[in-house]
């Protein structure tokens, strides 16, 4: 149920989409999202923020996400 309820609001909002693919890609190479803001160059914060969907993200910093995760920016966007 939740699940549904997730895949509603992501339909509606692309940022939740890739805050998903970031979580699940972080999460797959199991490190924390501190490590990953390090490996991205990125203040952890801002790295919490977009893993929540909270803001809407440059391009710039989904590549630099992306760099960090070791996966092309388009899985970090596939989806939305």
Known sequence: MLSAVWSSIAAVEPK???AC???ANRKRIG???EALALRCGLHPVELGRAERGVRDLRIST???IARGLEVPPGD???GA
């Open 31 to 33: 490190i924390t999202q």
């Open 62 to 64: 989904v590549v630099k």
């Open 21 to 23: 693919n970031i979580r």
């Open 16 to 18: 939740l989409i890739v």
């Open 76 to 78: 970090l966007l596939a």
